[in-house]
């Protein structure tokens, strides 16, 4: 069964940091692309960050240079670190594992997200 555990979400204020992460299993985690998602209240869910199977990052405009996402592949884990948070940056994160198998395709994970609240 493959499954994503995030972990780390909170309240903190504005100007603070947190560190998200997740953790996955029944996955092949090395070759998956991970990435960390958010909605917040009323709105669609959007990118954070992104990192490739191979290292490769990719930032939300509205989180680079503040927000940094790494992996660590022999704990199967993605991390997110979260500095200088503001009151928007307040959602639920979800992290997103995507892997291309030979047979199947495109298998694509949720986790059930982990709530950052961020106050002024």
């Known amino acids: 069964q493959v499954q994503l555990v995030e972990s780390g979400g909170g309240l903190v204020q504005a100007g603070g940091s947190l560190r998200l992460s997740c953790e996955a299993s029944?996955?092949?985690?090395?070759?998956?692309?991970m990435g960390w998602y958010r909605q917040a209240p009323g709105k669609q869910r959007e990118l954070v960050a992104t990192?490739?199977?191979?290292?490769?990052?990719n930032y939300a405009d509205s989180v680079k240079g503040r927000f940094a996402i790494s992996r660590d592949n022999a704990k199967n884990s993605v991390y997110l670190a979260m500095n200088s948070l503001k009151p928007g940056d307040t959602a639920v994160y979800y992290c997103?594992?995507?892997?291309?198998?030979?047979?199947?395709?495109?298998?694509?994970?949720w986790g059930q997200g982990t709530l950052v609240t961020v106050s002024s």
């Open positions: 997103n594992a995507k892997l291309m198998r030979f047979i199947g395709g495109l298998l694509e994970v």
């Open positions: 029944g996955i092949t985690f090395r070759k998956s692309d």
């Open positions: 990192i490739t199977s191979g290292g490769t990052t």
